[in-house]
């Protein structure tokens, strides 16, 4: 049973950095893509960022150049280092596993249902 846990959330001002974390137990590496996704109040979740499992990452237009996320499968984690936050990306971050043989790009464009594990979520919140 693969299960997510995330930590790292919290409050900055615009143009802060906040880094996020994920552990990932149980995790067994058979072409699974790992990511972020994020929901602001009143809006669909949204895909952040994307790493396969060939190491290869995308991400959101929004956020590129902002953001790098990164995997250590050895040690089960998954993170996402956020530098100039904006309010906009102000949301619950979730992170993710799942989207079985897509490509990075391919999983940042997958339908929800692709994605077969999920963590609970992390408040972001970054202030003007």
């Known amino acids: 049973l693969v299960q997510l846990a995330e930590s790292g959330g919290g409050s900055v001002q615009a143009g802060g950095s906040l880094r996020l974390s994920c552990v990932v137990s149980?995790?067994?590496?058979?072409?699974?893509?790992m990511s972020w996704f994020r929901q602001a109040p009143g809006k669909e979740r949204e895909g952040v960022a994307v790493?396969?499992?060939?190491?290869?990452?995308t991400y959101a237009d929004s956020v590129k150049g902002r953001f790098t996320i990164s995997k250590d499968i050895a040690k089960g984690t998954l993170d996402l280092q956020m530098n100039g936050l904006k309010p906009e990306d102000s949301g619950i971050y979730y992170c993710?596993?799942?989207?079985?043989?897509?490509?990075?790009?391919?999983?940042?464009?997958?339908?929800?249902?692709?994605?077969?594990?999920w963590g609970q979520g992390t408040q972001v919140t970054v202030s003007s």
């Open positions: 790493v396969d499992i060939d190491g290869n990452t």
């Open positions: 993710a596993v799942g989207a079985l043989g897509l490509t990075a790009v391919q999983a940042l464009r997958a339908e929800l249902y692709a994605w077969s594990h």
């Open positions: 149980s995790y067994e590496d058979y072409g699974y893509c």
